[in-house]
Structure formats: structure tokens, C-alpha cells
């Protein structure tokens, strides 16, 4: 993004969870200014610091979200909202393709109807199954093999396809969780190494 930091602010859904209350912290220190929604399933409001915006709300909300974009002045969407857990995915599935796939379509709308012009989607390494390769790269084949990593790259497939008839600049993320760790840091708590 090259617009000027206070130009816009940034919806982090999610923030109050464990990856996205650390994307909270490192745009804080990186100058920008964070507005977090999260209904609260699996994470925590102490996690979000008292001095940035919290709205309790579902990212199905679509009200809510226009609201806060309008309101906000929201530039960007970092969406990190999710259900996370693998064997739950395979018990419940439609509550994986609900949560995670139906509501992105929700909140990817509400971006396109409030002209947010940035989507930065926290995706899963599960969305590449067992992969054949190792690491993998960006064009290794996506073959997920439970309904979580499928449920993720249904909501890759759509940010595809509505970046290309929108506009809307995409950033698919498939992130490690050493890089959350080293940003929830204090005087006491500097930045670490990453395990090997
Ligand atoms: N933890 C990992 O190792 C890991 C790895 C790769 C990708 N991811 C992805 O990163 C994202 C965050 O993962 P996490 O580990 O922080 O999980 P988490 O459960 O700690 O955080 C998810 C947050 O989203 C909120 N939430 C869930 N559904 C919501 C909804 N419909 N509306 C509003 N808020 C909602 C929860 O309350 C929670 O605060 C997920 O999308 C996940 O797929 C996680």
C-alpha cells in the first residue's frame, strides 16, 4: 500500500485472536491505524489495546461492516477471521464453509460496496494439503484435504475472481505462527529469532 499512513485506516477482522491481535500490534508500531472487529468465539478483547477501536460484531454483518468502513474511513481489510481448527472441520464442516467461506463472501461485498481498495487475506498452509514439495512455493499446486483448508481457498478462489472484476488489490497470506510471536513484545519482551 503506498497511500500515506493517516490517510486511511485499516480493518483488522479477527484482531482480537491470537494472529490478528499481533497484525494489531505490528501495524501500530508500523504507524498505521488499526479498527478491529471480532464476535468475540475464540478470542479476547483484553488482546486488543485499550487505544484502538473495537467493534464487538460478526463479520456477516453487513451493516455493521459498511458502518465502520463509512464511518472509519477504512482503507484496507486484513481479514484473519476465522475457525482454525482442522479435526473440528472435519466433524462440522458446513460450520467451516459458514464461517469461514460464506461470511468472507460477506465481508469481500461489503469491501467492494464501501470502495475499500485493499484485502489482505490471512490463508493457510492447509489450503496445500500434502504437498509434493517442500517448502512450497506460490505456484505449488492447492490440494487441500480437509474441509478448513478447503473452506480458506474457496475464499482464495473468490478474492481471485473479484479482484480481477473489481477494483481491488488482493494479498493472500499463508502465514507461520513464529511471526506473530515476535511482535506481541515490550521493553521486557524484544524481538526474537524465529524457531529453526
Ligand atoms: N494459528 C495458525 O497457526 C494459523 C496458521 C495459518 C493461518 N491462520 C489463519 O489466521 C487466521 C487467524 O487465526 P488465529 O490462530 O489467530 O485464530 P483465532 O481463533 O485465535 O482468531 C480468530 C479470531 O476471529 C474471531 N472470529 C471468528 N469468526 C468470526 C466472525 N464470523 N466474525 C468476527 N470475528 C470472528 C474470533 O473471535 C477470534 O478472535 C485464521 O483465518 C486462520 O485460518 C492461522
Request: proline share 7%; glycine share 8%.
Amino acid at each position: 500500500m503506498t497511500a500515506a499512513k493517516n490517510n486511511f485506516k485499516i480493518l483488522v477482522t479477527g484482531g482480537a485472536g491470537y494472529i490478528g491481535s499481533h497484525a494489531v500490534l505490528a501495524l501500530k508500531d508500523a504507524g498505521w491505524t488499526p479498527v478491529v472487529i471480532d464476535n468475540l468465539t475464540t478470542g479476547f478483547r483484553w488482546a486488543v489495546p485499550d487505544d484502538v477501536i473495537f467493534v464487538e460484531g460478526d463479520i456477516e454483518d453487513s451493516a455493521l461492516v459498511a458502518q465502520i468502513i463509512a464511518q472509519q474511513n477504512i482503507g484496507a481489510i486484513m481479514h484473519f477471521a476465522g475457525s482454525i481448527i482442522v479435526p473440528e472441520s472435519v466433524e462440522n464442516p458446513l460450520k467451516y464453509y459458514h464461517n469461514n467461506t460464506v461470511k468472507s463472501r460477506a465481508l469481500i461485498e461489503s469491501a467492494v460496496n464501501g470502495g475499500v481498495k485493499h484485502f489482505i487475506f490471512s490463508s493457510t498452509a492447509a489450503t496445500y494439503g500434502v504437498p509434493e514439495e517442500s517448502p512450497v512455493r506460490e505456484d505449488t499446486p492447492t490440494l487441500p484435504i480437509n474441509p478448513y483448508g478447503l473452506s480458506k481457498l474457496m475464499t482464495e478462489y473468490m478474492l481471485r475472481d473479484v479482484a480481477a472484476a473489481h477494483d481491488l488489490t488482493i494479498v493472500r497470506c499463508v502465514i507461520s505462527t513464529w511471526q506473530a510471536r515476535i511482535h506481541r513484545r515490550g521493553p521486557d519482551n524484544p524481538p526474537q529469532e524465529p524457531p529453526i
